[in-house]
Protein backbone atom coordinates (compact mmCIF):
# COMPACT_ATOMS: atom_id res chain seq x y z
CA UNK A 1 0.00 0.00 0.00
CA UNK A 2 1.10 3.17 -0.90
CA UNK A 3 0.78 6.53 1.30
CA UNK A 4 -0.62 9.66 -0.31
CA UNK A 5 -0.15 13.22 1.11
CA UNK A 6 -2.41 15.36 -0.47
CA UNK A 7 -5.25 16.23 1.05
CA UNK A 8 -7.53 13.67 3.44
CA UNK A 9 -9.73 10.87 1.72
CA UNK A 10 -12.13 9.00 3.32
CA UNK A 11 -11.90 4.90 3.48
CA UNK A 12 -13.55 3.06 0.44
CA UNK A 13 -14.26 -0.10 2.20
CA UNK A 14 -17.87 -0.16 3.02
CA UNK A 15 -19.26 0.72 6.31
CA UNK A 16 -15.94 2.32 7.06
CA UNK A 17 -15.70 6.54 6.92
CA UNK A 18 -12.66 7.27 8.50
CA UNK A 19 -9.73 9.19 6.94
CA UNK A 20 -7.81 7.31 4.75
CA UNK A 21 -4.01 7.87 2.97
CA UNK A 22 -3.42 4.22 2.22
CA UNK A 23 -4.04 3.82 -1.61
CA UNK A 24 -3.71 0.32 -3.35
CA UNK A 25 -0.54 0.05 -5.15
CA UNK A 26 -2.24 -2.33 -8.18
CA UNK A 27 -4.40 0.78 -9.30
CA UNK A 28 -1.25 3.22 -9.02
CA UNK A 29 0.15 1.30 -11.61
CA UNK A 30 -2.98 0.87 -13.48
CA UNK A 31 -3.26 4.56 -13.00
CA UNK A 32 -7.00 3.89 -11.20
CA UNK A 33 -7.90 7.36 -9.42
CA UNK A 34 -9.15 6.59 -5.70
CA UNK A 35 -8.87 3.36 -3.98
CA UNK A 36 -7.63 5.08 -0.33
CA UNK A 37 -8.00 3.23 2.47
CA UNK A 38 -7.64 3.84 6.39
CA UNK A 39 -5.85 0.62 7.32
CA UNK A 40 -4.18 -2.76 5.81
CA UNK A 41 -7.29 -4.58 7.85
CA UNK A 42 -9.77 -2.49 5.63
CA UNK A 43 -7.78 -2.98 2.67
CA UNK A 44 -7.34 -6.69 2.97
CA UNK A 45 -11.18 -7.41 4.23
CA UNK A 46 -12.36 -5.17 1.07
CA UNK A 47 -9.81 -7.14 -1.14
CA UNK A 48 -12.36 -9.72 -2.73
CA UNK A 49 -14.80 -7.00 -4.27
CA UNK A 50 -11.87 -4.60 -4.71
CA UNK A 51 -9.71 -6.58 -7.10
CA UNK A 52 -12.66 -7.21 -9.21
CA UNK A 53 -11.87 -3.30 -10.30
CA UNK A 54 -8.38 -4.39 -11.52
CA UNK A 55 -9.42 -7.43 -13.66
CA UNK A 56 -12.06 -5.24 -15.26
CA UNK A 57 -9.27 -2.26 -16.30
CA UNK A 58 -7.28 -5.31 -17.20
CA UNK A 59 -9.68 -6.27 -19.57
CA UNK A 60 -10.55 -3.08 -21.21
CA UNK A 61 -6.90 -2.13 -21.74
CA UNK A 62 -6.08 -5.48 -23.51
CA UNK A 63 -9.19 -5.17 -25.49
CA UNK A 64 -8.28 -1.56 -26.75
CA UNK A 65 -4.71 -3.28 -27.26
CA UNK A 66 -6.16 -5.73 -29.44
CA UNK A 67 -8.20 -3.41 -30.99
CA UNK A 68 -4.76 -0.79 -32.03
CA UNK A 69 -2.97 -3.74 -33.46
CA UNK A 70 -5.30 -5.06 -35.76
CA UNK A 71 -3.94 -5.09 -39.34
CA UNK A 72 -5.62 -7.66 -41.66
CA UNK A 73 -2.89 -6.74 -44.17
CA UNK A 74 0.98 -6.71 -42.81
CA UNK A 75 2.51 -4.71 -45.46
CA UNK A 76 -0.27 -2.86 -47.08
CA UNK A 77 1.01 1.08 -47.59
CA UNK A 78 -2.11 3.01 -46.40
CA UNK A 79 -1.88 6.74 -48.11
CA UNK A 80 -3.32 8.48 -45.43
CA UNK A 81 -3.50 8.19 -41.40
CA UNK A 82 -6.94 6.03 -41.16
CA UNK A 83 -6.59 2.40 -40.67
CA UNK A 84 -9.24 -0.70 -40.69
CA UNK A 85 -11.03 -2.08 -37.58
CA UNK A 86 -12.17 -5.51 -37.11
CA UNK A 87 -15.76 -5.95 -39.06
CA UNK A 88 -18.58 -7.97 -37.44
CA UNK A 89 -21.11 -10.74 -38.86
CA UNK A 90 -23.48 -9.34 -41.56
CA UNK A 91 -26.97 -8.58 -39.99
CA UNK A 92 -29.60 -10.31 -40.91
CA UNK A 93 -32.81 -9.64 -42.45
CA UNK A 94 -36.41 -11.28 -41.73
CA UNK A 95 -37.67 -12.99 -44.90
CA UNK A 96 -40.73 -11.02 -44.44
CA UNK A 97 -39.05 -7.96 -46.28
CA UNK A 98 -38.56 -7.99 -49.96
CA UNK A 99 -35.16 -8.19 -51.57
CA UNK A 100 -33.18 -7.86 -54.71
CA UNK A 101 -31.82 -10.82 -56.68
CA UNK A 102 -28.72 -10.53 -55.11
CA UNK A 103 -29.48 -10.42 -51.50
CA UNK A 104 -29.20 -14.16 -50.96
CA UNK A 105 -26.97 -15.13 -53.78
CA UNK A 106 -23.27 -16.88 -52.09
CA UNK A 107 -21.58 -13.79 -54.38
CA UNK A 108 -24.12 -11.05 -54.49
CA UNK A 109 -24.27 -11.53 -58.21
CA UNK A 110 -27.55 -8.80 -59.45
CA UNK A 111 -28.17 -11.16 -62.42
CA UNK A 112 -30.89 -8.91 -63.63
CA UNK A 113 -28.50 -5.22 -63.04
CA UNK A 114 -25.27 -7.75 -65.21
CA UNK A 115 -28.19 -8.58 -67.92
CA UNK A 116 -28.73 -4.74 -68.88
CA UNK A 117 -24.53 -4.55 -68.98
CA UNK A 118 -23.54 -2.52 -71.49
CA UNK A 119 -27.06 -1.16 -72.57
CA UNK A 120 -27.02 2.66 -72.81
CA UNK A 121 -31.07 2.53 -73.23
CA UNK A 122 -32.38 4.64 -70.31
CA UNK A 123 -35.87 3.74 -69.23
CA UNK A 124 -38.71 6.09 -68.70
CA UNK A 125 -40.98 5.52 -65.50
CA UNK A 126 -44.76 5.17 -65.26
CA UNK A 127 -46.57 6.94 -63.52
CA UNK A 128 -47.15 3.93 -60.70
CA UNK A 129 -43.50 3.80 -61.05
CA UNK A 130 -42.28 6.90 -59.84
CA UNK A 131 -44.76 6.67 -57.51
CA UNK A 132 -43.07 3.91 -55.81
CA UNK A 133 -39.62 5.32 -56.78
CA UNK A 134 -40.52 8.03 -54.89
CA UNK A 135 -42.25 6.17 -52.02
CA UNK A 136 -38.36 4.07 -52.08
CA UNK A 137 -36.37 7.18 -52.48
CA UNK A 138 -38.90 8.64 -48.73
CA UNK A 139 -37.78 5.70 -46.61
CA UNK A 140 -34.07 5.85 -47.70
CA UNK A 141 -34.24 9.84 -46.47
CA UNK A 142 -36.04 8.84 -43.61
CA UNK A 143 -33.34 5.96 -42.53
CA UNK A 144 -30.04 8.52 -43.20
CA UNK A 145 -31.87 10.81 -41.30
CA UNK A 146 -31.31 8.27 -38.52
CA UNK A 147 -28.48 7.54 -38.86
CA UNK A 148 -27.73 11.38 -38.48
CA UNK A 149 -29.35 11.46 -34.83
CA UNK A 150 -26.15 8.88 -33.58
CA UNK A 151 -23.08 10.56 -35.48
CA UNK A 152 -20.93 12.17 -32.74
CA UNK A 153 -17.69 11.86 -31.44
CA UNK A 154 -16.91 8.11 -29.89
CA UNK A 155 -19.41 6.42 -32.00
CA UNK A 156 -18.18 3.44 -34.11
CA UNK A 157 -19.30 3.43 -37.77
CA UNK A 158 -20.56 0.16 -36.79
CA UNK A 159 -23.38 1.60 -34.37
CA UNK A 160 -24.46 3.84 -37.07
CA UNK A 161 -24.42 0.37 -39.53
CA UNK A 162 -27.11 -1.12 -36.56
CA UNK A 163 -29.11 2.02 -36.71
CA UNK A 164 -29.46 2.13 -40.39
CA UNK A 165 -30.17 -1.40 -40.62
CA UNK A 166 -32.60 -1.38 -37.72
CA UNK A 167 -34.35 1.99 -39.54
CA UNK A 168 -34.74 -0.44 -42.48
CA UNK A 169 -36.41 -3.65 -41.16
CA UNK A 170 -38.70 -1.05 -39.32
CA UNK A 171 -39.81 0.36 -42.92
CA UNK A 172 -39.86 -3.27 -44.31
CA UNK A 173 -37.28 -2.20 -46.91
CA UNK A 174 -34.01 -4.04 -47.59
CA UNK A 175 -30.75 -2.23 -47.07
CA UNK A 176 -29.36 -2.32 -50.88
CA UNK A 177 -25.86 -2.14 -50.18
CA UNK A 178 -25.91 -5.63 -48.03
CA UNK A 179 -24.39 -8.62 -50.15
CA UNK A 180 -24.15 -6.11 -53.07
CA UNK A 181 -21.20 -8.28 -54.78
CA UNK A 182 -21.24 -9.50 -51.53
CA UNK A 183 -20.62 -5.81 -49.81
CA UNK A 184 -20.82 -6.92 -45.40
CA UNK A 185 -22.68 -4.22 -44.27
CA UNK A 186 -26.19 -2.65 -44.47
CA UNK A 187 -24.46 1.27 -45.90
CA UNK A 188 -21.26 2.39 -46.52
CA UNK A 189 -19.40 5.12 -43.68
CA UNK A 190 -15.96 6.46 -45.65
CA UNK A 191 -13.87 8.58 -43.01
CA UNK A 192 -11.85 11.43 -43.87
CA UNK A 193 -9.87 10.46 -46.79
CA UNK A 194 -11.48 7.68 -47.63
CA UNK A 195 -13.26 8.34 -50.79
CA UNK A 196 -16.65 6.16 -51.04
CA UNK A 197 -17.23 2.51 -50.40
CA UNK A 198 -16.15 2.48 -46.71
CA UNK A 199 -17.19 -0.75 -44.41
CA UNK A 200 -18.20 0.01 -41.32
CA UNK A 201 -16.05 -0.99 -38.29
CA UNK A 202 -15.37 -0.79 -34.82
CA UNK A 203 -13.41 2.45 -35.09
CA UNK A 204 -14.85 5.28 -33.25
CA UNK A 205 -15.48 8.32 -34.42
CA UNK A 206 -12.91 11.24 -33.49
CA UNK A 207 -13.04 15.08 -32.95
CA UNK A 208 -12.29 16.44 -36.20
CA UNK A 209 -13.37 13.61 -38.59
CA UNK A 210 -15.59 14.27 -41.55
CA UNK A 211 -17.77 11.03 -42.21
CA UNK A 212 -20.32 10.34 -45.16
CA UNK A 213 -22.88 7.70 -44.80
CA UNK A 214 -24.11 6.24 -47.47
CA UNK A 215 -27.83 4.60 -47.45
CA UNK A 216 -29.59 2.59 -50.35
CA UNK A 217 -33.37 1.28 -49.33
CA UNK A 218 -34.96 -1.17 -51.46
CA UNK A 219 -39.10 -1.40 -51.34
CA UNK A 220 -41.30 -2.68 -53.76
CA UNK A 221 -39.26 -3.56 -56.00
CA UNK A 222 -37.35 0.41 -56.70
CA UNK A 223 -34.20 1.75 -55.14
CA UNK A 224 -33.36 4.70 -53.39
CA UNK A 225 -30.32 6.17 -53.09
CA UNK A 226 -28.45 9.25 -51.15
CA UNK A 227 -25.63 10.49 -48.83
CA UNK A 228 -24.34 13.05 -46.88
CA UNK A 229 -20.61 14.18 -45.72
CA UNK A 230 -20.83 15.08 -41.32
CA UNK A 231 -18.83 16.84 -39.40
CA UNK A 232 -17.83 14.93 -36.51
CA UNK A 233 -16.71 17.52 -33.14
CA UNK A 234 -14.64 20.31 -34.02
CA UNK A 235 -13.44 20.37 -37.56
CA UNK A 236 -11.02 22.06 -39.23
CA UNK A 237 -11.88 24.79 -41.50
CA UNK A 238 -10.47 23.48 -44.65
CA UNK A 239 -12.73 20.13 -44.15
CA UNK A 240 -15.55 22.74 -43.48
CA UNK A 241 -14.92 24.43 -46.96
CA UNK A 242 -14.74 21.09 -48.80
CA UNK A 243 -17.56 19.71 -47.75
CA UNK A 244 -19.12 22.82 -48.41
CA UNK A 245 -17.91 22.94 -51.94
CA UNK A 246 -18.71 19.63 -52.30
CA UNK A 247 -22.47 20.09 -51.39
CA UNK A 248 -22.31 23.49 -53.77
CA UNK A 249 -21.29 21.17 -56.69
CA UNK A 250 -24.15 18.72 -56.26
CA UNK A 251 -26.76 21.74 -55.44
CA UNK A 252 -25.44 23.26 -59.30
CA UNK A 253 -25.42 20.40 -61.10
CA UNK A 254 -29.08 19.61 -59.39
CA UNK A 255 -30.26 23.18 -60.27
CA UNK A 256 -29.04 22.62 -64.00
CA UNK A 257 -31.31 19.62 -64.04
CA UNK A 258 -34.32 19.31 -67.10
CA UNK A 259 -35.31 17.87 -69.90
CA UNK A 260 -32.79 18.31 -72.69
CA UNK A 261 -29.67 18.53 -70.49
CA UNK A 262 -26.79 16.12 -71.63
CA UNK A 263 -25.62 13.77 -68.90
CA UNK A 264 -22.26 14.49 -69.81
CA UNK A 265 -23.12 18.75 -69.17
CA UNK A 266 -23.01 17.23 -65.15
CA UNK A 267 -19.51 16.88 -64.99
CA UNK A 268 -18.72 20.03 -66.96
CA UNK A 269 -20.47 22.11 -64.08
CA UNK A 270 -19.86 20.12 -61.27
CA UNK A 271 -15.91 20.63 -62.09
CA UNK A 272 -15.82 24.06 -62.87
CA UNK A 273 -16.46 24.59 -59.39
CA UNK A 274 -14.44 22.33 -57.69
CA UNK A 275 -11.56 23.63 -59.28
CA UNK A 276 -12.23 27.05 -58.66
CA UNK A 277 -11.88 26.23 -55.34
CA UNK A 278 -8.74 24.43 -55.72
CA UNK A 279 -10.29 21.33 -55.46
CA UNK A 280 -10.63 18.12 -57.63
CA UNK A 281 -13.47 15.57 -58.79
CA UNK A 282 -12.76 12.03 -58.58
CA UNK A 283 -13.52 10.28 -61.83
CA UNK A 284 -13.43 6.51 -60.70
CA UNK A 285 -17.29 6.43 -59.67
CA UNK A 286 -20.06 8.26 -60.93
CA UNK A 287 -23.96 8.86 -60.71
CA UNK A 288 -25.84 5.98 -62.43
CA UNK A 289 -29.31 5.31 -63.24
CA UNK A 290 -31.37 3.67 -60.49
CA UNK A 291 -35.21 2.29 -60.05
CA UNK A 292 -35.47 -1.46 -60.29
CA UNK A 293 -32.04 -1.98 -60.78
CA UNK A 294 -29.38 -0.78 -57.79
CA UNK A 295 -27.28 0.52 -61.17
CA UNK A 296 -28.05 1.36 -64.79
CA UNK A 297 -28.22 3.30 -67.21
CA UNK A 298 -27.65 6.54 -67.68
CA UNK A 299 -23.94 7.10 -66.39
CA UNK A 300 -23.11 10.58 -64.90
CA UNK A 301 -19.54 11.57 -64.79
CA UNK A 302 -18.72 14.67 -62.39
CA UNK A 303 -15.76 15.38 -64.35
CA UNK A 304 -15.57 17.83 -67.39
CA UNK A 305 -15.31 16.42 -70.98
CA UNK A 306 -16.47 13.60 -70.48
CA UNK A 307 -18.42 11.07 -72.99
CA UNK A 308 -21.67 10.21 -71.24
CA UNK A 309 -24.45 9.12 -73.42
CA UNK A 310 -27.62 10.45 -73.40
CA UNK A 311 -30.41 13.32 -72.90
CA UNK A 312 -32.24 13.81 -69.73
CA UNK A 313 -36.17 13.63 -70.47
CA UNK A 314 -39.15 13.08 -67.98
CA UNK A 315 -39.31 10.08 -66.39
CA UNK A 316 -35.71 9.27 -66.31
CA UNK A 317 -34.08 8.77 -62.94
CA UNK A 318 -30.76 8.89 -61.94
CA UNK A 319 -28.35 10.14 -59.02
CA UNK A 320 -25.71 12.39 -58.99
CA UNK A 321 -23.03 12.34 -56.30
CA UNK A 322 -20.02 13.97 -56.83
CA UNK A 323 -17.04 12.78 -54.63
CA UNK A 324 -14.33 15.60 -54.04
CA UNK A 325 -10.98 15.51 -52.79
CA UNK A 326 -8.82 18.04 -51.01
CA UNK A 327 -5.48 17.08 -53.51
CA UNK A 328 -5.53 14.53 -56.18
CA UNK A 329 -8.43 13.30 -58.17
CA UNK A 330 -6.71 9.69 -57.76
CA UNK A 331 -8.03 6.93 -55.77
CA UNK A 332 -6.43 3.39 -54.43
CA UNK A 333 -8.39 0.66 -53.15
CA UNK A 334 -7.91 -1.14 -49.87
CA UNK A 335 -7.33 -4.98 -49.62
CA UNK A 336 -10.82 -5.22 -48.65
CA UNK A 337 -11.79 -4.48 -52.25
CA UNK A 338 -14.48 -1.46 -51.39
CA UNK A 339 -12.62 1.00 -49.37
CA UNK A 340 -11.68 3.94 -52.00
CA UNK A 341 -8.91 6.12 -50.65
CA UNK A 342 -7.58 9.35 -51.99
CA UNK A 343 -3.84 8.39 -53.64
CA UNK A 344 -2.02 11.05 -51.38
CA UNK A 345 -4.14 10.30 -47.77
CA UNK A 346 -5.89 13.77 -48.01
CA UNK A 347 -9.54 14.57 -47.38
CA UNK A 348 -12.66 13.85 -49.54
CA UNK A 349 -15.88 14.41 -49.55
CA UNK A 350 -19.53 13.72 -51.19
CA UNK A 351 -23.24 14.47 -51.71
CA UNK A 352 -25.99 12.31 -53.38
CA UNK A 353 -29.48 12.65 -54.16
CA UNK A 354 -31.49 10.71 -56.42
CA UNK A 355 -33.71 12.62 -58.88
CA UNK A 356 -36.65 12.37 -61.33
CA UNK A 357 -36.61 14.35 -64.23
CA UNK A 358 -40.03 15.82 -65.05
CA UNK A 359 -41.41 18.14 -67.73
CA UNK A 360 -40.21 21.13 -66.37
CA UNK A 361 -37.30 20.31 -64.54
CA UNK A 362 -36.45 17.82 -61.62
CA UNK A 363 -37.79 16.49 -58.30
CA UNK A 364 -34.97 15.76 -55.86
CA UNK A 365 -36.74 12.29 -54.29
CA UNK A 366 -34.35 11.95 -51.47
CA UNK A 367 -33.78 15.47 -49.57
CA UNK A 368 -34.40 16.24 -46.68
CA UNK A 369 -37.76 17.58 -45.40
CA UNK A 370 -36.62 19.72 -42.63
CA UNK A 371 -34.37 22.71 -42.24
CA UNK A 372 -35.78 23.97 -45.59
CA UNK A 373 -34.07 20.41 -47.00
CA UNK A 374 -30.21 21.96 -45.98
CA UNK A 375 -27.57 19.15 -45.88
CA UNK A 376 -26.87 18.06 -42.01
CA UNK A 377 -23.24 19.51 -41.88
CA UNK A 378 -25.32 23.24 -42.10
CA UNK A 379 -26.69 22.61 -38.91
CA UNK A 380 -23.41 23.26 -36.92
CA UNK A 381 -22.05 25.72 -38.91
Known amino acids: MAVNGSAMRHCETVGCDKEARLQCPTCIKLGIE ?197 LVGTVSEKAKTLVRVTHECLDKAIQAARPGVRYREVGDIIQRHAQAHGFSVVRSYCGHGIHRLFHTAPSVPHYAKNKAIGVMKPGHSFTIEPMISEGTWKDNIWPDNWTSVTADGKLSAQFEQTLLITETGCDVLTKRLDNEGRPYFMDSL
Request: aromatic letters at 10%; a negative charge; proline letters at 7%.
Open 34 to 230: GSFFCSQECFKGSWNEHKQLHKTVKDKSSEKDEKSAYNPWPGFSFTGKLRPYPVTERRLVPERVARPDYADHPDGFPASERAMRGSTNIEVLSEEDQDTLRLACKFGREVLDEAAKVIAVGVTTEEIDRVVHEACMERDCYPSPLNYYNFPKSCCTSINEVICHGIPDGRPLQDGDIVNVDVTTYHRGFHGDLNETF
